[in-house]
């Protein structure tokens, strides 16, 4: 007579299945955790670079900035920033032009938000002449 085993499985495969399973489900939740982070990251930044639009909209709203440092801290979801705006003039080297520029300006703008111990910023620069800018040669 043949014994015949029964179906189904032993004690062992299930604990190994389990352990298996366990596993991977850590290192799904793991995922699921850094997904997080880096969306909530993500939405941060887009906050930041949002206000640096809006501060150099502000500034180029009136035509050609004029040349100064403004500043000041806005709140958005809880994020608090600080922004930093600088208007200076653009002249570049005669060196690297044979024309020299009037009515340019160089306006920046640096977003900073604390990050975790540390500080992170954006910043952003654009160049914006003055609807009156004309050429002039340089003498040599």
Not at 104 to 111: G, I, M
Request: overall charge neutral; some cysteine; charged content about 20%.
């Amino acid at each position: 007579m043949r014994f015949k085993r029964p179906n189904g499985f032993t004690l062992i495969e299930v604990v190994v299945a389990l352990a298996i399973v366990s596993i991977a489900l850590l290192a799904l939740l793991r995922l699921h955790l850094i997904s997080i982070r880096t969306a909530e990251n993500a939405q941060v930044l887009g906050q930041a670079v949002l206000l640096a639009q809006e501060r150099m909209t502000e500034a180029m709203c009136g035509g050609c900035p004029q040349v100064g440092t403004q500043s000041g801290t806005a709140q958005a979801d809880g994020s608090h920033f600080t922004w930093r705006t600088d208007v200076t003039d653009a002249r570049p080297s005669s060196q690297q032009l044979d024309l020299n520029f009037t009515g340019l300006r160089r306006l920046s703008v640096d977003v900073a938000w604390q990050k975790g111990s540390g500080e992170k910023h954006i910043q952003m620069t654009t160049y914006v002449a003055d609807s009156s800018i004309h050429e002039q040669p340089v003498a040599r």
